[in-house]
């Protein structure tokens, strides 16, 4: 049976992982030290992987998480204005279509230097 001390030492350094990994995944490693305590593991390796282990979640979870969201508040954004921006580049083609058909409607003002049949030019 591992001694008080032994298990003070791993819960010492169980309880430097963050509190989410401790509520979620503190047990099991509290009950994965025991078994490696009673197998002659010495406490202050298994303190050590675990103190290692507590470091490595700190550093990687912390700025992983504001990366992704500052990533999501991004993409946000760029939603937020990409609904505006397509509403301003829809209205670009009609406008552009409306004056090619006003054109097309009226051939007298589409090319002013064409000659009309009525012009009362004759070519003889």
Known sequence: MP???SVR??????????????????DEAAEIATL????????WSIAC????????MRLVTGPRRRIVAAAGA???AAGSLGIP????????????ASVTHSRAAHPR??????????????DH
């Open 36 to 43: 490696l305590l009673q197998d002659g593991t010495p406490a």
């Open 74 to 76: 991004l993409l946000l």
């Open 85 to 96: 921006l397509a509403l301003l580049s829809s209205t670009a083609p009609a406008n552009a």
């Open 109 to 122: 003002t589409a090319h002013p230097r064409t000659a009309h049949p009525d012009s009362g030019r004759h």
């Open 9 to 26: 030492v791993v819960d010492s350094a169980l309880r430097c992982y963050p509190r989410r990994w401790r509520s979620r995944h503190g």
């Open 49 to 56: 992987s675990y103190l290692l282990g507590a470091a490595r």
């Open 3 to 5: 001694g008080s001390r």
